[in-house]
């Protein structure tokens, strides 16, 4: 079955960088891509950008995340740099399901809460 | 960063059908299929509608979508106790030179 596993809390200074991995099983890892999304406390869903063979970001964290993957070992990185207080956040990996142009993310991470304090 | 716009609550007792709108414009819904995510406390999201109106395997039938303009709609009908969540539309929005994949601002189901 799909899993999709992240790693653990992280606590960060201001201006520190973070890195988060996100470990994919179950399904061939190359031909999928995988969504970064990430919610502060008590706020909406933000997305952040996706990774296949190419890289694309959003442009509000144009400049500061890397979202990068590492294919033999089937696991995707997001780096977010420059760290704010705003940026405390539960950062989640998703899987773009791939059978819609709507990119229905049909499989997700558990989530890493990265503080900024 | 342009964001759909849901009502912040809906709420109804067991049985009942409850609809939720998602409002956006038309370089987002107007012109890209919509989904939703359900969010139950504490949890990742999940996918509950995808394409406007498609249920991906397991999601019950209680669940549907439809999209009109620049406007989506989620409704559950017979409302259960563990429908109680956070369901968010999402859609790409084409308006940047960069396309951004945005989220609503969230509608919170109480089960009465």
């Known amino acids: 079955q799909v899993q999709l596993v992240q790693s653990g809390a992280e606590v960060k200074n201001p201006g520190a960088s973070v890195k988060v991995s996100c470990q994919a099983s179950g399904y061939s890892f190359t031909y999928y891509t995988m969504h970064w999304v990430r919610q502060a406390p008590g706020q909406r869903l933000e997305w952040m950008g996706w990774i296949n063979a190419n890289t694309k970001y959003s442009q509000k964290f144009q400049g500061r995340v890397t979202i990068t993957r590492d294919t033999s070992a089937n696991t995707a990185y997001m780096e977010l740099s420059s760290l704010r207080s705003e940026d405390t956040a539960v950062y989640y990996c998703?899987?773009?399901?791939?059978?819609?142009?709507?990119?229905?993310?049909?499989?997700w991470g558990q989530g890493t809460l990265v503080t900024v304090s | 960063q342009s964001v759909l716009t849901q009502p912040p609550s809906a709420s109804g007792t067991p049985g009942q059908r409850v609809t939720m709108s998602c409002s956006g414009s038309s370089s987002n819904i107007g012109s890209n299929s919509v989904n939703w995510y359900q969010q139950l406390p504490g949890a990742a999201p999940k996918l509950l509608i995808h394409?406007?109106?498609k249920r991906p395997s397991g999601v019950p039938d209680r669940f549907s979508g439809s999209k009109s303009g620049t406007s989506a709609s989620l409704a559950i009908s017979g409302l259960q106790s563990e429908d109680e969540a956070d369901y968010y539309c999402?859609?790409?929005?084409?308006?940047?030179?960069?396309?951004?994949?945005?989220f609503g601002t969230g509608t919170k189901v109480t089960v009465l």
């Open positions: 394409t406007n109106n």
């Open positions: 998703a899987r773009d399901g791939g059978y819609s142009s709507s990119s229905p993310l049909d499989y």
């Open positions: 999402a859609a790409w929005d084409d308006s940047l030179i960069n396309p951004d994949y945005v």
